[in-house]
């Protein structure tokens, strides 16, 4: 499979691969601070550094080989930025989820919408999917600004359904159907 989008701020997305890892390393410890108020595998693999990048390149191919979904960087120049991605599909019930990060200083240009535009596109066209979710921990308003923007339908909260490092945080999930009105604007 080839995927190259042409993003904002001279971005492009790309599928991850193989050389990818200390370039990912880079960027994660960079933003650490940052991304790991919002993710929890942040501080998880703080330790682990570039190794713990190996094995997410690895689980990544082993994803895509699988027919389960794929994961891409959004790369500036030659550094990455972040990574955009489908954390599973389920054929069965024709629908997936989506999960995202961006480095904190190429944020609020439009680069990570239209990244998540590019794989709506993909799971409702290319793979004739009915149904993509995305969850955001409450309070992150950058990224739940994303699925809004697409035309994403706010469900409800999951109270306390992820686990960080001080607690848990309460998730918000949205959703997009195939038959949406907003799907021809996503």
């Known amino acids: 499979m080839v995927l190259s ?3 904002p ?3 492009r997305l790309r ?4 050389r990818d890892a200390n370039d990912l390393e880079r960027v994660v410890s ?3 601070g940052y991304l790991a108020e919002w993710l929890p595998w942040v501080r998880a693999t703080a330790d682990a550094g570039v190794e713990a990048r190996r094995e997410y390149v690895r689980r990544a191919r082993r994803q895509a080989e699988a027919n389960d979904g794929f994961q891409a960087v959004i790369v500036a120049g030659r ?3 972040g990574v955009v991605g489908f954390h599973h599909v389920d054929w069965a019930n024709r629908s997936t989820s989506l999960g995202y990060w961006l480095a904190q200083d190429r944020q609020g240009r439009g680069i990570m919408t239209e990244a998540v535009r590019a794989l709506v596109r993909h799971a409702f066209d290319v793979w004739q999917l009915h149904r993509i979710e995305i969850r955001v921990a409450v309070g992150n308003a950058r990224s739940a600004a994303i699925p809004r923007r697409l035309g994403f339908a706010e469900e409800g909260i999951l109270r306390h359904a992820e686990r960080h490092a001080d607690g848990y945080k309460d998730i918000v999930v949205y959703s997009l159907l195939r038959t ?4 021809d604007g996503a």
């Open 5 to 7: 989008v042409d993003l």
């Open 9 to 11: 701020d001279g971005c």
């Open 15 to 18: 599928l991850l691969e193989e």
């Open 30 to 32: 960079a933003n650490h």
């Open 79 to 81: 550094s990455i930025v």
């Open 180 to 183: 949406d009105p907003s799907v």
